[in-house]
């Protein structure tokens, strides 16, 4: 068999485009030329792809208007200023419901997705399905252990939106930084058997990037905004930026970008703005 051709890929994460807050479009704007000057095989943006799509409609219509831009293939999952958020907790900040995830999947398409790219196959999860209880929560499922089952040894990449963990899977508190623990460990147990080598993840506006056994986790920078340490812990480094990825037989390079092209915004100076 031939060698493979490389498969290069370029994520942006948390870039929330808002039409009326539209304090973060510029940003993007200076990403899609940047893509245009790399041609990358496939751009992934891993949610929070919108300022508020959760609450309005226009502002995944305008966030959608923006990667029409892109002049490559793309590909997005949401997240929970998308979609609403997992409900982690009783009296929690808004959950995902059925119309608000109708409402993205006319805009964005699929929510979950399996893209082939040579031998490595690219799983896209909503991961802000977990604990939600709808009928897409259990179409995913099975279309993860459908997946699973047909990649036969072939190196899986995860993208996702939260992160799985902050250090390590046997983590038990329950928050809105990371998936839900038990979420977590079902998904972890179904792709067990498989040969899942890279989970790449935005929400936390901040990179970091850590080898658990044979896995490097990969979060992604916002595009956008950083948020204060007062008001944010800090786990990674926190510049804006975006993740390129070069996919090659087995194994994957990671480079970390932090363009000059992209202000680089702190939290702090949008009062207007509301916590991601
Ligand atoms: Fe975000
Ligand atoms: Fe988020």
Redo the contacts with the bound molecule.
């Keep these: 068999m031939p060698p493979m051709r490389t498969f290069h890929l370029i994520q942006v994460s948390?870039t929330h485009l808002g039409r009326e807050q539209s304090w973060f479009a510029p940003n993007f704007r200076a990403m899609a030329r940047i893509v245009s000057a790399l041609r990358p095989d496939l751009v992934v943006n891993t949610?929070?792809i919108s300022f508020d799509g959760a609450e309005r409609d226009d502002d995944l219509a305008f966030a959608r208007g923006c990667h029409a831009e892109l002049d490559v293939p793309f590909r997005a999952i949401p997240?929970?200023?998308d979609v609403g958020?997992n409900p982690w907790r009783d009296d929690g900040p808004e959950t995902i419901t059925e119309q608000r995830l109708e409402r993205y999947r006319r805009h964005f398409g699929e929510d979950y997705w399996l893209h082939e790219a040579g031998r490595w196959v690219l799983l896209g999860l909503n991961v802000q399905l977990f604990g939600s209880g709808m009928a897409a929560e259990k179409d995913q499922w099975r279309f993860l252990a459908s997946a699973a089952s047909m990649t036969s040894g072939r190196p899986i990449a995860l993208f996702v939106?939260?992160p799985l963990f902050h250090l390590h899977a046997g983590e038990a508190d329950v928050n809105?930084r990371f998936v839900p623990p038990d979420h977590r460990r079902r998904l972890i147990e179904l792709l067990g058997g498989a040969n899942v080598r890279l989970v790449a993840s935005?929400?936390?506006?901040q990179h970091r990037r850590h080898r658990v056994g044979d896995v490097d986790h990969c979060w992604a920078p916002s595009t956008a905004f950083v948020l204060p340490d007062r008001r944010q812990p800090r786990l990674g480094t926190k510049h804006v930026g975006y993740i390129d990825y070069t996919f090659d037989e087995d194994r994957v390079d990671i480079q970390v970008v932090e363009p000059e092209q992209l202000m680089n915004h702190n939290l702090d100076d949008f009062p207007d703005a509301h916590a991601?």
């Design positions: 948390d949610g929070d997240g929970n200023h958020d939106h939260k809105h935005g929400h936390v506006h991601i």
